[in-house]
């Protein structure tokens, strides 16, 4: 346990629950959110430990020999950490040494040469993005995909280890890398699972049932076991998790797949489909809205792949 406590920027559906894990471990923890009063509301849930004090202003995390972010977007962390002409970033009061964790859902290339920049300063960085969701957030069991120089990873390993799992994945960027194409591939089942089911309904077959054996076969995936019955069948669609940030996340994906020069059919369709799906529903949607869509979608689909056909390449999102 570090003997200086940690920094914690973005207390949003994630990052509170993961801010309370930590405090619940023993951690000390500075806490900031742009929001106003956010901060200081976490921070009174857990007054009577005295383990989260609120940050008025990035200056406050000064004293953190670790400073974690959990931002929308690598743009963000990296407005939250290098700062810009008007705001200066948390790297202007970071001590050489410190060690920068970004646990959001970044682009893998952003995130080295964030890494790249905060050198000048003496600071390291990790990548440590997170899978589960909201409800493991809560549980503090996340799947943490963390890389970067295995000497800060130890240095920064039982910090993650009080919000979830470890998997070390390698150089710095392998995590962001590895959360971006896990998004894509939950992606692809969430669709074939919404639109499965549609069909199922549409033949008139129990959706419950269906889901109950395609969970004792091979097309069992982390929509039949953990979200169909309880948001798609009864159209609750109450999951915890944005449309908007699910295709976001897939967008990476497919950003990468361009910077590497690799033509990746199915994601493109994917990204497309959910970014048709944000048009429709709304960046506030829930993911599992998308089920709304299924059985719709089929002429749109036909002209997006004639459209691929006619213009070979991809371009970014």
């Known amino acids: ?33 742009v929001r106003d009063g956010i901060a200081a509301a976490l921070a009174a849930e857990s007054a009577s430990k005295k383990k989260v004090r609120a940050a008025a202003s990035l200056a406050d995390l000064s004293v953190a020999g670790i400073v974690i972010t959990m931002l929308p977007d690598s743009k963000i962390v990296r407005a939250a950490v290098l700062g810009d002409k008007k705001v200066p970033g948390v790297v202007s009061v970071l001590r050489a040494g410190s060690v920068v964790v970004d646990m959001s859902s970044s682009y893998p290339l952003d995130t080295r040469k964030l890494a790249k920049d905060l050198a000048a300063h003496e600071i390291h960085v990790v990548d440590a993005p997170v899978s589960g969701g909201v409800g493991k957030a809560v549980t503090g069991t996340l799947a943490i995909m963390a890389g970067g120089d295995g000497a800060v990873l130890d240095r920064v390993a039982p910090v993650l280890a009080a919000m979830g799992q470890v998997h070390r994945t390698g150089v710095l960027g392998s995590g962001h890398a590895i959360k971006a194409l896990n998004n894509y591939v939950s992606a692809a089942g969430l669709i074939a699972t919404c639109e499965a089911l549609v069909i199922a309904e549409k033949f008139g077959l129990d959706a419950a049932t269906v889901t109950s054996v395609i969970n004792a076969s091979t097309g069992r995936n982390n929509t039949t076991e953990n979200k169909a019955e309880r948001y798609l069948i009864p159209r609750s669609f109450t999951s915890g998790f944005a449309l908007a940030l699910m295709q976001k996340d897939v967008g990476m994906a497919r950003s990468l797949a361009t910077d590497l020069g690799l033509d990746a059919e199915e994601l493109d369709f994917v990204s497309a489909y959910l970014t048709r799906a944000v048009t429709s529903l709304g960046k506030e949607a829930d993911h599992t809205a998308v089920m709304t869509l299924a059985g719709g979608t089929a002429a749109v689909a036909k002209s997006e792949r004639a459209a691929r056909k006619r213009s070979p390449g991809t371009t970014k999102p």
Not at 15 to 30: Q, W, Y
Request: a positive charge; aromatic letters at 6%.
């Open 1 to 33: 346990m570090p003997a200086s406590p940690i920094g914690f920027i973005g207390l949003g559906n994630m990052g509170a629950p993961m801010v309370r894990c930590l405090a619940k471990a023993g951690h000390s923890v500075i806490a900031f959110d």
